[in-house]
Each structure stands twice: as structure tokens, then as C-alpha cells.
């Protein structure tokens, strides 16, 4: 018995080694990326707060008199994002699973929710009429937000870059970190404009 | 059943080898490189040339602060910038990218990878922090900066530096992906050696603290063109320099110094002969100074009391706490030297020189916290924080942090320049920093305890003769510092020209660089020993020679 042990190989002892893992530094980089992205826009957002807290103590309005700041463009941008989260989220997964047609059609949906973010915030921009040196916090109002913009645009180009790299075979579903990379700068994006969102749109 | 199997004797590099040598030889192959060490290098030789120019800056403001009366020998328009210049060019220009230097050189071989992370990234942003770092300059010289009378100049300054801070935030994503995602197998977060671990908090420190710096640049630019004489949100041109000069007090000023800790604990087990005693708890203390260290929420607000949080309970208990994980490392550096044979080597006297003005820094930090302190002469309750006490802070640290950093650049040598520095005047040369930093701070100490203003062209009331006096040592000090700076850059440039090669280890080091030969070849290694705990050429040394008794 014992001699057949020890003349049969186990399975486990010749399996071939298991591929080295794939060093994860676009997903690390990606995080550290989003997370100072991430930081700029939130001081920014402190310091619109603290601004506009001290011209309420003061009496003063915290946006000119004559500016009205509608709320439904910034709820339909909070309400594009999470929708985001959801396509990107169904663009990891696809590629992960070599599901080519529902991945071109999750990236597709993902940029179009993107692009409309950056749409209603122009739309805003317009409907305000706020000139940027009017006050502290108006030219404050445009650095938060158009720092997120930027972000936003940035985040939406990583998407794409990384989409496109997959679907056209430079990234293979199971190797497909690029896309796992962009996923999360972008979830990091969605999730700065909750503050942004209420700090500006909401408490106004 | 019974299996038996060699351990490997070697493993391959954590990354694949470049497919082949750069072609490009002279100055292309510095333009051109992506080769860490080269990039390492660029960082240095910059740092360098920078250091020159923020040391001039320095000696200036010295010499001026020597006769009180009044601005006498620079020109009026010329101060203000000019002392604004020396702490944002000796930090931003010199002692970061000193740091992302030798980081860049060294940690991609500590960690046994065969490049850095992202290395054409690596390289831009070397290249945008040259730009910036002389578009910089370029500002102070027309009077612009902090302080500064040209308004264009100002703004070039602004955005210059917006750029500086973008360029070392990229470099600091490069170097913490290397030692999160490069690592040799085998090694473990817990055996990652204490530079490269060092630099990894370091880099998530400045990850947190650069991105909120740069904000706040950013407004102080527009408040600056579009908010005309005065600002509309901060203050305009005359807050510039409060704006951004959080970073150089406690206690943001003491992230510039989680790298040394690592080029410290590098150093001495290597000169003890042993290995660095309890490794997992010095990761822990480098991580602790390194969290109190994010200072972030310690800057300037907006509102009507900007410094609300200074001499409150967070504040003042991070001034003590962190001194707490630097007495740790103290202890366990003590008992790593008295578990071995200390030889007093050069790199050891500066590593020594460090911690001693670094735990002067810090205590003088946590002093500068107590409120009931003030100063010595007025009944103004002047505090020691608005007093040069808190440059002197700044001093001990930054100047602790140069001084273990240029100590790495001596103990690195072989892998940055392929030659060791001569020992003899090496070890003079840490002698003459230790000398000069003690010259150069502690009268500063002094004069903030007698009522000395932290910002420039502000009227000291009384005792003036005796600040002057002081003021005089602290140029005495700026100018053997000069002296110890210049004769060590001249030492390496001696040593980067010698002929004898130190052989890929001369100092029987512990850690994954010293497997390669000095300097290292492109890809960096051909194969790597067994990684089983932090120090693995201790261990294979101790091994071979258990071997042949």
C-alpha cells in the first residue's frame, strides 16, 4: 500500500502551479487617484459651507438675493449618477463573463449617463445667471461643482478607455482589471456628489 | 506518503523584467528613461539644485533678521516673497522630492520588483515638478509669491505650485502601488522592510494632505483673479502665504518626517549587526506617526477665526501623542543596538544626528502646545505658536528629515551611483549638519521665547539686541549647514568619478537591494533569494555560515 503511495503522484503535488497573481496596481492606483480627487472637491465643499455659514450668521444670504438655485437639475444628476452605478456596475460584471453585447451596451448606457450629468449641470449653470466673482460663494458654487465636473469627466474617459481596451481584446474577462479600476474611480465620483448634492442643491 | 521538496533556492522578480536594455544612451537616455533608478536620480539632482537656491533664499532672510531696524540689505519688495520662498522651496522643492528621489530609486529594489509601478507616470511627473519647480522661481524673481508686488506673479507662483503638488501626488500614487502591488512572493506586508514601508504611509499621508493643499491653492487663485484687491472669499494676495503655510506646523510638518524614520531603521540594524528588534511593532509606531501626522483639519478656515482649532484638545493632544511613537522607535533602535555590535560608520552618524534633532523637534512641538506658555517679555499673552518657536519646529524636523535622507544617499550610494562615498569625510560632514541644525535652530527657540514674530516684517518690541545676537547664530548656523550641504554634494560627486567598485554589498545589508549588483542593471535583478521574514540576506548569511560551521 505504502509503496503505491510513493510511486503515484498525488493530483495536488503535479498540478501545475497556479498562474502568479496578477499584480492589482491599476486597481491601487485607481484608489489612491479617487480617493485625492475625492479630497479636492470635498475641501472645496468645506470651504463653501464655512463661507456660506458665516454670511447666514451674518444675516446676509448665503447666494445673492436675485439667484434662485433650482433643486431639480442637481436631483436629476443625483438620480443619473446612481443609475450609473448600476450600468457600470452590469459593464464590470459582463466583461468579467466574455458577455461582449451586453458589455458594448452597458458601456454605452454608462457614457450616455455621464454625458447627461455633465448635460443637466450646464443646464443649471445656465438657468442660475450667476455671474462666478458676484459673491464668495458664487465663485465658490462653480469651483465645487466644476471641480466635480471634472472629475466626473475624467472618470468618464478612464470608462471609456478601459471599456473600449476590454471589448477590443487588449484586456481578457478574466483579466479585465482596467475595467474593475475605472468601476471603482467611478463609484468614488458618484459618491462624492452625496455631499455635493446636499451641501449645495439641498440646504441651498 | 512522504514529499519532499528543495525550497527554491531563488524566485523571480515580483514584476517581469522589461523585454529589453533602453537603446539610448547620454542625455536621451535621461529624457527618455523610464528606468526608476534614473528618474531617482533626476529627483535627487533636482532636490539638490533646488536646495541651493531655498538656502540662498534662507541665508538672505537671515542675514536680514540680523539689524531689526528695518529691511536694509534685500530690497523691501524682495522680503516678503523671499522668506515665503524658503519654506515652500525647502519643502516642496527640496525635501519632498528628496524623499521621492531616494524612494523611487530604492523602494521599487527593497520590495525585489523589478520596476516601479507606473513608470512612465514616474517620469512625467519628475519632469512636471522640474517645470514647475522653475516656473516657481521663475515667480519669486519677478516679485510675485506670497507677499509679492506682481500681481502676474503671483498667480504664476499660484499655479506653479498647484502643479508641484499635482506632480509629487502622482509620484506618491507610483510609489505606494509599488510596495502594495510589486512585492516579491513571499513577502508579506508584515516583512515589508521599513523604508519601503515608511514611504507607504508616507504616501497615504501626502495622498490625503496634498489633494486638500491643492484645493485650497486652487481658491487662493481664483480669489486672487477674480476677486481684485482683498479677494471675495479669503483675503486675496495678503492670506496667500497663510493659506498654504499650515503644512510647515505641527502637525502636518511632521509627515516630511515618516521617511526618515524608515532611513533610520534601515540604517542602524544593518551598522548593529542584527536584526531590527520587534519589526512588526516598528510598522505599527511608523504608521502611528504617521496618522497623527495628517493634519488636514489643522489649517487655516475661512471663517472669522481661522485658527479655531489651535490650542484645543485635539490639537494639543496630537502635539503629545506623537511623540509617543518616536520614543517607541527610540527604545527599539536602543535595544537593536545593544542586542548588536554597533560600528560607527557614516551613514550610522547621520541616522544618529537625525533622531537626535528630530526628538528635539518634537518636544518643542508638544511644548509650543501648552497654552499657559507665552512669551517671556510682553504681557500680550502672546503664544509660542505665533512666535519663531514654531519656525524653529519646523526647522529641527526638516532639517532631521534632510539629514537622515542624505544619510540614505550615503548608505544607498552603491545603488544610486555604483561607488560609496569616502567614510572619513563623510562622517566630518555629519558632524558639520549636526553642528549646523543646532546653530541654526536653537537660537531661533530663544527668540520666540523673547517675542520674536513666526511672519516676517512684523516689529519686535523689546529685546531686540539680544534677538539680533541670536538672529546672528542662526546665520552662523544657515552657513555651516551651507558648508556640511556643499562639502557632501562635493563628496558625491568625488565618489560618482572614483574608479574602485564597492561590490554589490559592502555593507552586509539586510534587505532585498543589496541582492543585486551596485548600481543595478536595467530590470534590476536576475534572481532573488528565498523572502522567509523581513531581513532575507541576514537570514541567508546566518544561513550559509550556520551551513559551513
Same mark, same amino acid.
Given at each position: ?20 497573481? &496578477? ?31 458665516? &454670511? ?43 458577455? &461582449? ?104 | 506518503?512522504? *514529499? ?146 506682481? *500681481? ?398
Amino acid at each position: 500500500m505504502s509503496a503505491v503511495a510513493t510511486t503515484t503522484p498525488s493530483p495536488i503535488v503535479t498540478a501545475p502551479p497556479p498562474p502568479p497573481r &496578477r499584480p492589482r496596481v491599476l486597481t491601487v492606483a485607481a484608489a489612491f487617484g479617487s480617493v485625492a480627487s475625492g479630497l479636492v472637491v470635498l475641501t472645496m465643499l468645506g470651504v463653501y459651507l464655512q463661507v456660506r455659514g458665516e &454670511r447666514l450668521a451674518d444675516g446676509v444670504p448665503a447666494l445673492p438675493e436675485d439667484v434662485v438655485l433650482p433643486l431639480t437639475p442637481g436631483n436629476m444628476g443625483l438620480a443619473t449618477l446612481a443609475m450609473s452605478v448600476v450600468t457600470v456596475a452590469w459593464l464590470s460584471y459582463s466583461l468579467r463573463n466574455e458577455d &461582449r453585447t451586453h458589455a458594448y451596451l452597458a458601456l454605452g448606457v454608462s457614457i450616455l449617463l455621464g454625458a447627461a450629468f455633465i448635460n443637466a449641470t450646464a443646464y443649471l449653470y445656465q438657468q442660475l445667471e450667476m455671474p462666478f466673482t458676484m459673491t464668495g460663494t458664487s465663485g465658490l458654487l462653480y469651483a465645487v461643482t466644476g471641480a466635480h465636473l471634472v472629475m466626473t469627466f475624467a472618470g468618464l474617459v478612464f470608462l471609456a478607455v478601459m471599456g473600449f481596451q476590454a471589448l477590443g481584446g487588449q484586456l481578457t474577462g478574466r483579466d479585465a482589471e482596467g475595467m474593475s479600476a475605472a468601476a471603482l474611480y467611478w463609484y468614488v465620483t458618484v459618491a462624492v456628489y452625496l455631499p455635493v448634492w446636499y451641501g449645495i442643491y439641498v440646504t441651498k | 506518503m512522504t *514529499v519532499t521538496e528543495d525550497a527554491p533556492a531563488a524566485v523571480s522578480a515580483a514584476s517581469e523584467p522589461p523585454a529589453a536594455v533602453p537603446a539610448n544612451t547620454g542625455l536621451a537616455a535621461i529624457l527618455g528613461s523610464g528606468d526608476h533608478k534614473v528618474v531617482g536620480r533626476l529627483w535627487i539632482v533636482a532636490s539638490l539644485f533646488h536646495l541651493l537656491l531655498a538656502g540662498a533664499a534662507a541665508l538672505a532672510v537671515a542675514l536680514e533678521r540680523i539689524d531689526l531696524s528695518g529691511v536694509d540689505v534685500l530690497d523691501a519688495e524682495w522680503f516678503g516673497p523671499l522668506y515665503a520662498y524658503r519654506s515652500v522651496g525647502m519643502a516642496f522643492l527640496f525635501l519632498l522630492p528628496l524623499t521621492i528621489g531616494v524612494a523611487t530609486a530604492i523602494v521599487p529594489l527593497q520590495v525585489g520588483a523589478s520596476t516601479l509601478a507606473f513608470p512612465r507616470a514616474a517620469t512625467a511627473a519628475a519632469w512636471s515638478y522640474l517645470l514647475a519647480g522653475g516656473l516657481l522661481v521663475g515667480s519669486i524673481l519677478i516679485e510675485g509669491g506670497p507677499y509679492g508686488t506682481d *500681481v502676474d506673479g503671483v498667480r504664476l507662483f499660484v499655479v506653479s505650485f498647484a502643479l508641484v503638488l499635482v506632480a509629487q501626488a502622482v509620484a506618491w500614487v507610483c510609489i505606494a502601488t509599488t510596495v502594495l502591488s510589486l512585492r516579491v512572493p513571499g513577502m508579506s506586508m508584515r516583512r515589508v522592510p521599513l523604508f519601503a514601508w515608511s514611504n507607504l504611509v508616507a504616501a497615504t499621508a501626502w495622498l490625503i494632505t496634498l489633494p486638500v493643499l491643492a484645493a485650497v491653492t486652487v481658491l487662493a487663485y481664483l480669489d486672487i483673479r477674480y476677486g481684485g484687491v482683498g479677494g471675495f472669499f479669503g483675503g486675496g494676495e495678503q492670506t496667500l502665504y497663510a493659506r498654504i503655510s499650515w503644512v510647515f506646523g505641527t502637525p502636518t510638518v511632521y509627515a516630511f518626517a515618516i521617511p526618515a524614520l524608515g532611513v533610520i531603521a534601515s540604517i542602524i540594524p544593518v551598522f548593529a549587526q542584527t536584526r531590527h528588534q520587534r519589526h512588526g511593532v516598528a510598522q505599527g509606531l511608523i504608521a502611528a506617526f504617521g496618522a497623527l501626522s495628517v493634519g488636514v483639519w489643522a489649517m487655516p478656515g475661512y471663517g472669522a477665526d481661522p485658527y479655531a482649532w489651535l490650542y484645543e484638545g485635539p490639537w494639543v493632544a496630537v502635539s503629545f501623542a506623537i511623540a509617543l511613537p518616536l520614543l517607541g522607535l527610540i527604545g527599539l533602535w536602543a535595544l537593536t543596538g545593544v542586542k548588536g555590535r554597533l560600528s560607527a560608520s557614516s551613514p550610522l552618524l547621520f541616522a544618529g544626528a537625525a533622531v537626535l534633532m528630530l526628538l528635539v523637534g518634537v518636544v518643542a512641538g508638544a511644548v509650543q502646545a501648552v497654552e499657559p506658555l507665552e512669551t517671556l517679555v510682553d504681557e500680550g499673552a502672546t503664544p509660542l505658536y505665533s512666535t519663531s518657536w514654531s519656525a524653529s519646529v519646523a526647522g529641527y524636523v526638516g532639517l532631521a528629515t534632510a539629514i537622515a535622507l542624505l544619510g540614505g544617499v550615503v548608505y544607498w550610494a552603491p545603488k544610486l551611483v555604483g561607488r560609496t562615498f569616502a567614510e572619513g569625510p563623510t562622517r566630518l560632514m555629519a558632524i558639520v549638519l549636526l553642528a549646523g541644525t543646532v546653530l541654526w535652530a536653537f537660537p531661533e527657540l530663544i527668540a520666540g521665547l523673547m517675542g520674536q514674530a513666526a511672519l516676517p516684517l512684523v516689529e519686535v518690541a523689546e529685546n531686540v539686541s539680544t534677538i539680533e545676537a541670536l538672529n546672528l547664530v542662526t546665520l552662523v548656523g544657515g552657513v555651516v549647514l551651507a558648508l556640511g550641504v556643499a562639502g557632501l554634494v562635493a563628496l558625491f560627486a568625488a565618489a560618482a568619478r572614483r574608479d574602485e567598485q564597492p561590490g554589490d554589498d559592502p555593507w552586509s545589508g539586510h534587505t532585498l537591494e543589496w541582492a543585486t549588483s551596485s548600481p543595478p542593471p536595467y530590470g534590476n535583478f536576475a534572481s532573488l533569494p528565498e523572502v522567509t521574514s523581513e531581513a532575507p540576506l541576514y537570514d541567508a548569511r546566518h544561513r550559509s555560515e550556520e551551513g559551513s560551521a
